[in-house]
């Protein structure tokens, strides 16, 4: 059984000798469905809400270790941005949950709940992340900004 700790510090050429890899191509069209059935449910929050939990869990330390995450799971190139109002922009090229799909709205629910739960872990505050962009829609990456909550 591959651990939290395994996907964190993944090794693509030591996993192969666990288990066949799931082509990521394959591997998004089973997220895709699988999205698209929690939305025709009315369940966008349970998206986000997965994708909190599991950025907790994976607990990176730094913006780097989000930026390998991302690129080690296949799951899209990013960049982050500070801004002086204390919100962080994310921008996610190559979003392996819409790179192939069109939409009229945002998307990537779980990606922002990821995110939020990563930035929670890095600042040890509570973050709200929005999805303005995506690339369902059009636009050359996702682009999501994180507010964080006031208590």
């Known amino acids: 059984m591959i651990s939290v700790k395994d996907v964190v510090n993944y090794n693509p050429e030591e996993y192969k000798f666990k288990s066949r890899e799931i082509p990521s191509d394959l591997l998004a069209i089973i997220i895709y469905a699988y999205m698209q059935k929690?939305?025709?449910l009315g369940s966008d929050t349970t998206l986000y809400e997965i994708g909190y939990e599991v950025g907790r869990l994976v607990s990176p330390k730094s913006y780097e270790d989000i930026k390998k995450f991302f690129e080690?799971?296949?799951i899209g190139y990013i960049e982050i941005k500070?801004?002086?109002n204390?919100?962080?922009e994310i921008k996610v090229k190559d979003c392996i949950f819409c790179r192939t799909q069109k939409s009229e709205e945002p998307m990537c629910d779980f990606e922002a709940g990821l995110i939020a739960g990563f930035l929670e872990s890095i600042?040890?505050?509570?973050y709200f992340v929005k999805e303005m962009y995506c690339q369902a829609q059009g636009y050359d990456a996702c682009v999501f900004i994180a507010k964080p909550l006031h208590n």
Do not use: L, M, R
């Open 82 to 84: 500070e801004k002086d």
């Open 123 to 126: 600042k040890n505050k509570k």
């Open 86 to 88: 204390g919100e962080v």
């Open 72 to 74: 080690a799971n296949n």
């Open 38 to 40: 929690v939305k025709d």
